[in-house]
Structures are given as structure tokens and as C-alpha cells.
């Protein structure tokens, strides 16, 4: 091309004097030098913009824009053009390069979050600068290269555009691979089970529901990184939670590889969490696994060696001072507050399923009244609990009254009032009426001459209950004689608190650990979930967890949660190196504080990406440390990232699928996922049975009910598979010894509620529906301190239980039968009785005029039962927490004008359902009956609880009025 040189005519000043236009640069003239600009540099069309000064030239280049003053009005525009002209070839060239560059980031491979900034660099500039001067661009190249830039433009930013370049990739992807994705399987993958495997984000989430494949995509996708060359065998790595998972993995890997007739061999690939920590400590020491192992695996590791060290440590604990001992005892006990309670539903939920007995063995009704107990016996003061007054003292009162204590061989008793200082009660107890009985009680006892022994809560609350005790008994000549501390020791044993506590304190010592908290850590978590006596319970499970620790450091050794916390040091201290390329964490949900820590590690390797499997509909070991905020708020703790959910099962029915899915997503916490089945049903094919029959034992009856529609089943389905559900293990030992293989039952399973996940039976039978200490939902309170340690953002009652159930019911094939206690009946069970879900009912006892006739009328929840012990009368299913406005446990009888039960209120039993009334024995509260004199014959009135001789029957008679002489014959109430 012929030079042409450009002169700056209208502004001398400009330093720039020409410009020199070749065949492959520019040359821009200056007065000492000669600047050269290839045409390669040059990123876009020069730009010109008019002033009085002359015209400016803007030259972009890959490195900065370079700009020209004072070019003549009359040849600038000719010119630019002529320069322009020029390049134009370079900057297709340039667009084919970027274009290039560009399909290779954004389509070439899965687009991820960590590479969006990258990526739009590669267009970003030339953009930018095509946008700037479109005219020129649209007149200097080619129509195919415009629209490429038109195209560019649209595609930015690519934070809005990355999902359909992302969609492009995979739909190429699934094409090319149709016949892997349709053959790595017995059947084809499904369309979400294939979106799962080609995503390959920064982090990737599948939230796979009951029976929808999770452990197929796991070992495609698995599979599909290798083949398709993404990463060497050794950059991929699979995590399970335990021996079990990982063996299903491995073993399902290798039958579906061969059959799919793939030399992939994923066995080092998959591991679990412990074993990778084990695996990293030896390389960071140098060591083969192998020799590590013989070395450093401590027996601590196994559960019944742990507790063995947890007994002999608890021992030595408690006996090497009195404040070790006395803090013990404290936290062996629900420490409730009943004035944290903020409504008498609040009291009634916070109770449920709690029982108080002291370290003598007496079952008292509070954790005040325990304190009261425990310290009698300390020292030395013998005593009984809620005796009967007028019996006592030989008079009889005219009304019930059982003082709470009585110091045996005096006629000194002790009564506990709930009222703070101003004399105000708990919510739900009406104030004025409780505290003119306290005054009542106060003046009976200086009528009768007894002597009373006051505390109140309010003592309790400023630490004075004991010093109360002691100076009251005192002043009442009662000697305190505190016995040796090996004789409470021995109490502690015989009551099994020493036991339970290796229990408890084993979970505890997990969470700590899980959690990775010690010191005044453990004492600020337990303040703010309110736990009482926080500095006790800090002392004890410090003490433990430093002792554990000595334990296995002195031995330089590890237990299972020592592999993840010092794995994840030598990963935050470089002294190992991750290079993974691709983990993938199966059942992400059940993922612990320790195991996130150490995984976040692991994706500190470059280019490391993240799929986590899992559903949070199955997340029911947080007992054990997993914390589904990790799934539930995935966003939140990593940001963006591909989610695919997995909702079409070919495991269970339609019907199942609505009645589980339906109840678990009431909880806002889950994930909404619409559940798509294979199998299709007209019919409701979760059943619900009642447990009642002849047995009198409630488990027995409810094998009797089992075995009679198992009988059924084999009848129609006799090669069916059965699975027998339980929330406890008792239960499922009691199914597991009725239903042998001796006795005709074949193909029969026997699971606990945790124990079945992962498994499937064609027809399953779900037991322990009632409520009570040992029902479904649990309503025991053993994991408190557990919970208060490994805290969550998931309130919503019974949510843990709840996912249970939804396990529990997915268990089934073909039909779930749950068995319900109507009497005492589950929660769960009331709540599956609404109209929204379609349950098969074959029991009349849940129709809601049965429900309502054994209905508790002073709690939400209560149903009442029969009362172990007591036979013909019945207590609130609910346990301590239901009472009436004045604390009194809420009672009934059977009513004899209907099939309803009435309850016992003040002086007189009304029936829940008839409303009929009658009356009640002033000395027991027991129904007042019709007797005939045996040898005179006339009829009188007496109590219903009368056992002729027997130490505790009651003797109270009245006369019988003549209306009812008329009306009334033996053994017929007296109505009111």
C-alpha cells in the first residue's frame, strides 16, 4: 500500500506531527520518534471526533488507547477511512480469534461461576469498543462478522447469558453421549439424572428424593469424568459417610461398568471421609496407610470401647471431689424452668415425655421437687411423697390433699409453691385461685396442728432452696445428718444415672467434636439454647473431652473424628497438597461442622469442582452431627451454583409419593420437590390400622394386629417382601422374636426408623405411632444438651421426626401400613387425618367422634389413656405437662352413660362426650358409688376405690339421700 502521510495543520501544538499509513501498521510521527503500531495490535476501528482544534483520532490497542490531536477538518474523514480500510482484514481476524477463544471457554466445556470473569474478558474489550463506533464497524467488515459482534453484545454480561451457553454445552454434550447415559444403568437415565451428570459447576447440588437413582448418578457421573477425559483417575475422588455407603458405591460401580462393558475400575476413587483423613495424615507423616494404621488406629474408635473409657473416667470423676459429684447430679436432670414458658402449650410441649425421679428412686412430678428430694436424702432425712393428709393424720379433711413431702415418723410436711416473689404463677395456672390455696393449705395444717415446711420457687431462682430446707427443718427439731459421699455414689449407680449419662455423654463428646468446640465455647452454646445449670454441664463435658483427647494423643493415636480434624490441619498448614479436580460427596445432607471444614479444604485445589448429593428430605442424623443447613442454604455458604433435582421414582406408587412428600414439605425449611412416580395407583396405599385387641400389652397388641394383615398379605402376594418399622429397638427386638422364619414368615425384615434408609420392602408396617416417653415422634428429651451443642437453624416442631416419617413411609413398594394407638394416638398420625391427605382408614377408633371422646380438654395434643398401674383410670397422654388452672394432672374414668371418659375436676367427673356428671370421693378424687351394708343391707354411699383391708383403700361413707335410694341400686354412681 502507498504511504500517506497526514499533517497536523490546524493545531501546531499537537505533539503528534503525521500519521503514516502501511501495508501492516501504522506509523505515528512525532518530532524525536517514530511510534509503530501493527494492525494486529489494534482491537477495534479508529474513532474520530470533531473540535476546533482539529479533529482526534483514537487508535485502540491491546494495551491502551492511543490518541492523535489536530488533524485537518478537510482530509481527517478520507483519511480515517483509508486507515480503517486497512485493518479491516486484521479485525476480522481478530473476531474469529476472540470467536474461537470464546466457544472454547464458553461452550467447550460447562461454563462454570469461577470462570465468568475470564470468559467475558475474552469479548469484553472488543465490545466495548465495537459499541462505541457501530457505524464504522457495520461499514468496514463483513455482514457474518457484524452479527458476530451483534451476538458478542447480546451475550454480555454473562452472569444474565451464562445458563443458555451452559444449556448449549450440554445439550451437545447429552447428544454425543446418548448411548452411555442410556446404557450405564439397567434402565435409562432419566432426563434430571442425565442433567446431574454433565453439570460441572463450581458447585453442584442433586437433591435426589427416596428411589429417584442418587447412587446411579453418582457412579455416571463418576464414570462420565473419566471417559470423557476431564480428569485423570487420580483427580477424582468420591466421599461416602460410612464402610456400608462406600461398599454399595464401589460394588455398584463395578456391576454396572462391566455390564456396561467400561475398564474403569472406581474402587481408589471411593472412599469414605475418615479413610481420605486417614489417607492425607499418612502422606503428610510420610507413612504408608498401612504402616499408619497398625500404628495409630485407637480402640477409642469402636462405640463400646469409647463408653467403657467414658464409665471409667465418669467414676474416677465423680469420686475425686463432692463439687465433681454434686455437678453430675445436676446434670443428670431436665433442669425446667416452667416460668420460661410462655403459654400453657409451651409448659404442656416442654414436658412431654420427661420423668423425675430422685436419687432414692422416688418419681416425683418437677425438677424443683427432685432438688427437694435429693436433698432429704443427702441428708440423711427420710421422708414420703404425696401421702394422703386426712389419712395421715387421721381425720378426714373433706377434700383431697396430698402434701408434697412428709418426714417420716413427724408430722412435719413440705410443700413447694410455684409463685415468684409478687405471687404470680407459670402461664397457664390461674393466680388468685392458686394462692388462696396456698393460704388454705397454710391454715389447715396450724388447724390440725401439723407443721409445714414452705419453699417456693422463687427460692429456687436465687439459689436458697436448700439453705430454706435446712433452716426451716431446724427450727423444727428435724437433725440433718448428711451421708457419706459413697453411699450417694451408690444411689447414683442404683438408679442407673451412671449408665444413662455414658449414653448421653458419648453423643456429647461426638458433638464437641463434630463441632470441633471446647472450653467456654461449650458453656456460651448451652447459655444460649437456655440450658439450666450451664456451668455444670461445661465442667463435665470439658473435663471428658480433655481427658479423651490425652487419651489419644499420649497414645499417639486416632479415633474416627480425630482423622477429619487433623486431616483438615495439615490441609489448612500446607503440609499436604490437594489436587482433585472433582468430589463428589454422597448423602451431603448428614454432613457435620468437622466434615465441612475439612471439605472446604479439599476445594482450595485449582479448578477443584464440587457435586453434593443428597436429599434434605432424608437429613435424620443431626444426633450425630449433620447439619442440613449445608444443603438447605447451600447458596448462602458457596453462592451460585447448578442445581438439578431427581423427582421421579420408580421405587413406590403415587400414593405414597403424595402422602410422604406432602407431609415432609410442610416444614418451609425443604426444598419443594413435586414427585413424579412410575407406578401408578387409583387407591390410597398408606393404610391406617389401630393397635387395639384382647392383649393387654400395647406392643404385643400391636403384633397381633401385624401378624393378622401380614397373614393377609401372603394370602394374595406370597412372595412379597416385609419389612416391620420401629422407632425404638425394643419394639423391633419384640417384631424381630414373634415373626421367625420357624414360625411360617418368610422374606421379613425388621428395621429400626434410622436403621431402613437405603432400604425397600414391597410392604411395610410402621409401629410406635402413639405418644408418650416412647412414641413416635419422639418426644423424649435425652439429646438436649446434644441439641444445645450442635444448634440449627431448622425450628420447626418435630422437623428431624418428621423427615423420619418420610424416610419410614418410602420404605414401601406397594403398600405402607401404619399402626396407631388411638388412644394415646401420634401426632403425625392426627395430622395425616386431615382432608388433604387421602389415607386408607380401616379402624372406626379415628373417626373424629372417637377422637373427640378421649380428647384431653386442658391440652392441645393430649389424648387421654389408661394409666399403668391404675386400673379403670386414665391420664393425659401428653405426661407432667398437662394440668389443670391450678397444677392438678388431669385425670378420667369411664363414663357409665356412654362409651365416652369422664374427667375428674373439682368434687365431680363430667363426660367428655355426654356431658353427664357425677360425683367424686372428697378423700381420693375416686367416683362415688352405691354400696349395700353386707349384713344390715341398706344402701349407703362409699368410694369406688374401697379394697376392703388393703393399706390403701379408701374408706370414706356417706348417707344416701332418699331420692336416690329411689333411683339408684349397688354399685350405680351417684350423679350429681
Known amino acids: 500500500m502507498f504511504d500517506k502521510i497526514v499533517k497536523s495543520r490546524i493545531n501546531p501544538f499537537g505533539r503528534c506531527k503525521g500519521v503514516v499509513i502501511g501495508s501492516r501498521s501504522l506509523k505515528l510521527v512525532y518530532p524525536t520518534k517514530i511510534m509503530t503500531v501493527n494492525y494486529s495490535r489494534i482491537l477495534g476501528f479508529c474513532k474520530l471526533e470533531r473540535s476546533l482544534l482539529g479533529h482526534q483520532l483514537e487508535i485502540a490497542t491491546d494495551k491502551d488507547v492511543i490518541v492523535v490531536n489536530g488533524l485537518s477538518h478537510f482530509n481527517a474523514i478520507p483519511q480515517v477511512n483509508a486507515i480503517n480500510s486497512a485493518i479491516s482484514s486484521f479485525i476480522e481476524r481478530k473476531i474469529e480469534l476472540i470467536d474461537r477463544d470464546f466457544k472454547k471457554a464458553a461452550l467447550g466445556q460447562y461454563l462454570r461461576e469461577s470462570r465468568l470473569q475470564s470468559t467475558q474478558r475474552i469479548i469484553e474489550p472488543m465490545v466495548v469498543l465495537f459499541n462505541k463506533n457501530c457505524e464504522s464497524w457495520k461499514e468496514h467488515i463483513s455482514n457474518k462478522h457484524f452479527e458476530r459482534m451483534n451476538q458478542f453484545t447480546r451475550l454480555l454480561p454473562l452472569s444474565k447469558s451464562a445458563d443458555s451457553l451452559r444449556k448449549i454445552h450440554m445439550d451437545r454434550v447429552l447428544a454425543d453421549r446418548i448411548s452411555f447415559y442410556d446404557s450405564i444403568e439397567s434402565n435409562p437415565l432419566t432426563d434430571e439424572q442425565r442433567l446431574s451428570v454433565v ?20 457412579v455416571a457421573k463418576t464414570t462420565d469424568i473419566l471417559e470423557r477425559g476431564l480428569a485423570k483417575p487420580d483427580e477424582v475422588m468420591v466421599l461416602a459417610f460410612g464402610r456400608e455407603a462406600a461398599k454399595e458405591l464401589r460394588d455398584r460401580s463395578k456391576e454396572r461398568l462391566k455390564k456396561a462393558d467400561i475398564s474403569y475400575d ?3 476413587q471411593i472412599s469414605t471421609f475418615h479413610s481420605r483423613g486417614y489417607q492425607i495424615i499418612a502422606k503428610a507423616q510420610n507413612m ?37 459429684l454434686n455437678a453430675f447430679i445436676e446434670t443428670v436432670y431436665y433442669a425446667y424452668n416452667p416460668f420460661l414458658s410462655k403459654s400453657e402449650a409451651e409448659h404442656q410441649e416442654a414436658l412431654k415425655g420427661k420423668e423425675f425421679f430422685t436419687l432414692n428412686g422416688v418419681k416425683v412430678k418437677g425438677y424443683q421437687e427432685v ?19 386426712g389419712k395421715e393424720i387421721g381425720q378426714d379433711i373433706g377434700f383431697p390433699y396430698h402434701p408434697d413431702f412428709l418426714i417420716k415418723g413427724t408430722n412435719v410436711f413440705i410443700e413447694h409453691f410455684g409463685i415468684d416473689k409478687d405471687g404470680n404463677t407459670r402461664a397457664g395456672i390461674n393466680k388468685d385461685e392458686y394462692n388462696k390455696q396456698i393460704i388454705e393449705k397454710i391454715d389447715l395444717h396450724d388447724r390440725m396442728g401439723t407443721r409445714l415446711v414452705k419453699t417456693f420457687h422463687y427460692n429456687w431462682c436465687d439459689g436458697e432452696l436448700e439453705s430454706e430446707l435446712e433452716s426451716q427443718l431446724k427450727a423444727f427439731g428435724i437433725e440433718i445428718n448428711p451421708i457419706s459421699k459413697e453411699k450417694i455414689i451408690e444411689a447414683v449407680n442404683q438408679q442407673d444415672f451412671i449408665k444413662n449419662a455414658v449414653h448421653e455423654l458419648s453423643s456429647t463428646l461426638g458433638a464437641v467434636r463434630s463441632e470441633d468446640i471446647k472450653g ?62 472433582y468430589i463428589l460427596v454422597d448423602e451431603f445432607q448428614d454432613i457435620s461442622v468437622s466434615r465441612w471444614k475439612f471439605l472446604m479444604e479439599l476445594l482450595k485445589a485449582p479448578d477443584c469442582s464440587l457435586t453434593a448429593v443428597g436429599d434434605d428430605w432424608q437429613a435424620i442424623f443431626a444426633f450425630t452431627g449433620g447439619k442440613l443447613e449445608y444443603t438447605t442454604r447451600f447458596k448462602k455458604e458457596l453462592g451460585n451454583h447448578a442445581l438439578a433435582k431427581l423427582q421421579k421414582t420408580f421405587r413406590y406408587n403415587n400414593s405414597i409419593a403424595d402422602t410422604a412428600g406432602g407431609f415432609v414439605m410442610k416444614n418451609p425449611e425443604q426444598y419443594e420437590k413435586r414427585i413424579v412416580t412410575h407406578t401408578k395407583v387409583n387407591t390410597p396405599e398408606v393404610y391406617l390400622m389401630d393397635n387395639q385387641d384382647a392383649e393387654r400389652d400395647p406392643v404385643q397388641a400391636t403384633l397381633n394386629v401385624v401378624e393378622r394383615a401380614i397373614l393377609e398379605i401372603y394370602e394374595k402376594d406370597p412372595s412379597a417382601s416385609v419389612a416391620v ?61 446434644v441439641s444445645a451443642l450442635m444448634p440449627t437453624i431448622d ?43 387421602e389415607l386408607n382408614i380401616v379402624s372406626e377408633y379415628f373417626t373424629p367422634e372417637k377422637l373427640a371422646a378421649r380428647k384431653c380438654p386442658n391440652c392441645e395434643t393430649g389424648y387421654m389413656k389408661p394409666k399403668k398401674g391404675h386400673w379403670g383410670v386414665y391420664e393425659c397422654s401428653t405426661g407432667l405437662g398437662c394440668t389443670n388452672h391450678l397444677g392438678e394432672r388431669t385425670e378420667a374414668v369411664d363414663c357409665e352413660e356412654c362409651d365416652g371418659l369422664a374427667v375428674k375436676k373439682r368434687g365431680f367427673g363430667e363426660c367428655i362426650s355426654c356431658k353427664s356428671r357425677f360425683e367424686l370421693c372428697p378423700s381420693c378424687k375416686a367416683p362415688k358409688v352405691v354400696r349395700t351394708h353386707s349384713t344390715k343391707k341398706y344402701l349407703f354411699v362409699g368410694c369406688s376405690s374401697y379394697r376392703g383391708g388393703e393399706d390403701k383403700s379408701c374408706k370414706f361413707v356417706s ?18
Not at 291 to 311: G, T
Not at 798 to 810: D, G, N, P, Q
Not at 959 to 976: A, E, F, G, N
Request: hydrophobic share 35%.
Open 199 to 218: 453439570q460441572h459447576d463450581d458447585y453442584n447440588m442433586v437433591l435426589a428424593a427416596a428411589g429417584t437413582g442418587k447412587t446411579s448418578v453418582m
Open 266 to 268: 472406581l474402587d481408589k
Open 288 to 324: 504408608s496407610v498401612e504402616d499408619f494404621k497398625k500404628l495409630n488406629m485407637s480402640r477409642l474408635r469402636k462405640d463400646e470401647a469409647r463408653k467403657e473409657f467414658i464409665n471409667n473416667w465418669l467414676i474416677t470423676f465423680i469420686e475425686a471431689s463432692d463439687d465433681n
Open 371 to 389: 432438688l427437694i428430694g435429693n436433698w432429704l436424702f443427702k441428708n440423711g432425712i427420710d421422708y414420703t411423697y404425696e401421702e394422703n393428709y
Open 520 to 581: 467456654d465455647k461449650i458453656r456460651e452454646r448451652l447459655e444460649t439454647a437456655k440450658i439450666q445449670n450451664a456451668k455444670s454441664h461445661q465442667l463435665l463435658i470439658e473435663s471428658l473431652r480433655q481427658a479423651y483427647v490425652y487419651e489419644l494423643t499420649s497414645r499417639n493415636q486416632l479415633d474416627y473424628d480425630s482423622m477429619i480434624l487433623l486431616a483438615t490441619e495439615y490441609l489448612q498448614n500446607g503440609m499436604f497438597k490437594p489436587e482433585w479436580k
Open 725 to 785: 418399622l420401629s422407632r425404638y429397638n425394643k419394639t423391633k427386638d419384640a417384631a424381630k422374636a414373634r415373626f421367625t422364619k420357624s414360625r411360617g414368615f418368610q422374606k421379613m425384615h425388621f428395621w429400626t426408623l434410622h436403621g431402613s434408609k437405603g432400604l425397600e420392602a414391597d410392604y411395610c408396617f410402621i409401629l410406635d405411632l402413639n405418644q408418650g416417653a416412647f412414641g413416635f415422634p419422639s418426644e423424649r428429651k435425652d439429646n438436649e444438651i
Open 795 to 837: 425450628v420447626y416442631p418435630h422437623a428431624e421426626e418428621r423427615r423420619l416419617f418420610y424416610v419410614a413411609i418410602t420404605r414401601s413398594k406397594k403398600r405402607c401400613y401404619l399402626v396407631a394407638d388411638p388412644k394415646q394416638p401420634s401426632e403425625f398420625v392426627l395430622e395425616l387425618l386431615s382432608p388433604e391427605y
Open 959 to 976: 348417707s344416701l339421700s332418699p331420692v336416690h335410694k329411689k333411683q339408684l341400686k349397688d354399685k350405680d354412681r351417684i350423679p350429681l
